[in-house]
């Protein structure tokens, strides 16, 4: 199949350090092109593919000084999509709405999987007036602010073989990803103090943080039970990950996808998670980790962290978030949106969604009401 | 002819107080109508128009609280126009880069102006990749850093017969706009102190620009010369604005329009303005005010502001600066877009512009070579 996939332009592909979307197309780009498919990637040139690259920038622009305005290079790159979509079978775009106009307009399907939060209020008339466009979600409970979008499947993201299994833990908790109070590293702390077992904190501050982490974590840090040890690179995390005896993910807030479960349960650890965003579709209760809500609860399940098997743990993943298994989903959705774009069929017109000067407060009313 | 005029979604059009190009996009629209074209406006819902209003959100971004994505409601906007782009003879659009790929594709042309400032390094292989794409500059000077644009015309702002001429101005000088660090209200506090003559400041301060009014302004209005009347709306600017010897605009900062010096010349009061963005367009050393680099030259060009004719203002205001000279230059563009349009040409393609893995340093250098 002859596939366009077009990646965010913010970290190249797959992301140096830190950058879930850009390193999830990359795992399926690889995976596409090993499958024998013709895939070209559009993404920063310091993108690293085995498929055809196509790059609207030089650098990703995050890493790139010299970038003042990101949402230009977005709009080069589509448009040089769009105007050639003939050459594909399927676009399958990861760059949010941007897209959908262009993708009314040409001639290949386009399928658009997002990645991100939906529960912006303005989110709601825009999909509505392109229900047409399939929209794959990332979890189940991702699609909760747009119930009547055009979801064609949930699913999961997948990774390839990077994670060692590691049958035997050592006797430490983990924190791992960015310190931000929605992440809740501060529950972890005070679980791992409760619980008497070593926490080791793997993340990095972002500059939007760091008045969090002077304030709220670093005075936390004082006890012999905590140690922090900065961000680090794969091979640290597989080593980090494998050893741990549970990931604590006390996430508070909406997180569509937690790329870092599924590394952990790869590596065999448990994983003891707040029932936020995908945790209940990632993590089952008692099986591959416990989901708690409370600190309490949290603290017992550390002390029965031993009822889990580090194999049910790798199983769970080898059979649902394998690189294998997302590839193979996607592809049954691409012939799926191919088969149905050759019925014609009515398309609503975005106009009609617009307003007259006499109908505000319908479209007001409508707004919310797919928005609560 | 069918227009189509698309307006930026963040002040309704036109703005209640603040706010350029909703202003000017309202000015061009209703003497449009007025000429008796037909005119549809897309624009947000609480804009007031005689022309057709289209509208993809029901409040201005800036006075709804609940807005959390402009963006998304630009989409959504830009694909209502481009789908039924048939109905329209000309699409006049203002909202900057968003709409290329979208007018390539579309069976009626598009003509852009731009409004802002174009010194942001992705702007060159953006406009590069649309040479088709006909734009319309709001002055000579703004087209600086893109010199290889595909600009069709320069067409200054004008203005409705709003502001009344004043034969005999007061004796004050008068500071409109922002208080912001380019505008420089510091130096025409110390050019009213030095010259002796009373300043009065009709400005906001954004919430950007707290700190420095308070650090940098504040300390130097404890002065009787000096007196801040805050933000006024369009009678008190009219009032303020004729009473004035002269409106300082002390800019250092390449303002692509200065929107207040047209105004001030419509009440027939001269302008002392430093010699960036459009400025020596606008303001005729001499004639119409005094182009000044320093300090000093300010303070002298006060003393001699009674060699400056009030009605030579006026004058120069109705020779260039009206709705209707305005109005008239864009239809002659409309026009000529319409008749090159029928000529069929080679497009450059988008993705020739873009990179492929070999050629990431060529980009970089025709990037770099059209953004010095």
Redesign the interface.
């Known amino acids: 199949m002859r596939i366009a996939q077009i990646a965010p332009l913010y970290e190249r592909v797959p992301p140096l350090m830190y950058g879930g979307t850009e390193r999830v197309v990359s795992y399926l780009t690889e995976e596409l092109v090993r499958l024998g498919h013709d895939v070209t990637l ?1 993404a920063s ?1 310091d993108s690293i593919t085995a498929a ?7 650098l990703a622009a995050r890493l790139d000084t ?8 977005h ?6 999509v ?3 979509a003939e050459e594909f079978d399927i676009i399958h775009c990861h760059t949010d ?2 897209c ?3 993708a ?2 040409a001639p290949a399907p386009t399928l658009l999987t997002l990645h991100g939060r939906l529960d ?4 709601g ?2 999909y509505a ?2 229900a047409d466009i399939p929209l794959v979600s990332i979890s189940d409970e991702q699609r909760t602010p747009l119930p009547k979008a055009n979801w064609v499947a949930t699913i999961y993201h997948g990774l390839p073989d990077l994670y060692r299994y590691t049958p035997q833990s050592g006797r430490y908790l983990l924190f791992l990803g960015r310190i931000s109070p929605e992440k809740r590293p501060d529950t972890a702390i005070r679980v791992a103090q409760r619980a008497g077992i070593p926490l080791r904190i793997a993340a990095k501050v972002d500059p939007v943080d760091v008045d969090y982490f002077e304030n709220e974590i670093r005075p936390l840090l004082d006890d012999p039970l905590i140690e922090l040890v900065g961000e680090v690179g794969e091979e640290g995390k597989n080593e980090l990950l494998g050893g741990a005896l549970a990931l604590l993910f006390p996430i508070d807030w909406p997180e569509p996808f937690g790329l870092v479960m599924i590394e952990s349960l790869a590596c065999g650890t448990p994983v003891i998670a707040r029932p936020r965003g995908s945790v209940s579709e990632v993590i089952r209760h008692g099986e591959t980790g416990w989901v708690c809500e409370s600190e309490d609860e949290m603290v017992a399940a550390v002390q029965r962290i031993g009822e889990i098997e580090r194999a049910a743990c790798r199983a769970a993943f080898e059979r649902q978030f394998t690189v294998e298994t997302m590839a193979r989903r996607y592809l049954d959705v691409y012939e799926a949106v191919r088969v149905a774009r050759r019925v014609p069929r009515a398309q609503p ?3 009609d ?5 006499d109908d ?2 319908d ?2 009313a409508a707004a919310s009401a797919d928005t609560p």
Not at 52 to 58: E, M, Q, S, V
Not at 66 to 73: F, G, H, Q, V, Y
Not at 353 to 357: D, F, G, I, P, T
């Open positions: 559009f040139g055809r690259l196509r790059a609207p920038c030089a010299s970038c003042k305005d990101p949402l230009a290079r709009i080069l790159m589509l448009g040089a769009y105007e050639h709405y941007l959908l106009p262009l009314r307009l912006m209020p303005e989110l008339p825009l007036a392109y017109a975005v106009s969604k617009l307003l007259s000067a505000l407060y479209h007001q």
